[in-house]
């Protein structure tokens, strides 16, 4: 579960990232409040986002099971060994 928060966190950061990258590029100063005005905040996060639903719609297309598949859980047969839960 960890895995896709990180990569969430990792899409949204990356307009970010890049910014930062291109304010080093061209010399210019990286910590003051002139370098990220608001508008150019706002079109960070907005890319942010829109990187973000694309990775759920992605994740979510191409993830996971068949369809048709079921889900057989978890169990103890009946020499007591443990059968993990699968998908068929």
């Given amino acids: ?7 969430e966190l990792a899409l949204f950061v990356a307009p970010f990232v890049g910014y930062a990258l291109y ?3 061209t010399k210019t ?6 370098s990220w ?17 694309g990775s759920f719609i992605v994740l979510s297309h ?14 103890v047969d009946d020499r007591g060994q443990f059968g993990p839960g699968q998908v068929r």
């Fill in 29 to 34: 100063a990286l910590m003051t409040m002139e």
């Fill in 37 to 53: 005005p608001p508008k150019t905040l706002a079109t960070l996060a907005i890319c942010a986002l829109i990187l973000m639903i």
């Fill in 23 to 25: 304010l080093l590029a």
């Fill in 62 to 75: 191409f993830a996971g099971s068949p369809p048709g598949s079921t889900y057989e859980p978890a169990h």
């Fill in 1 to 7: 579960m960890i895995r896709p928060i990180f990569t």
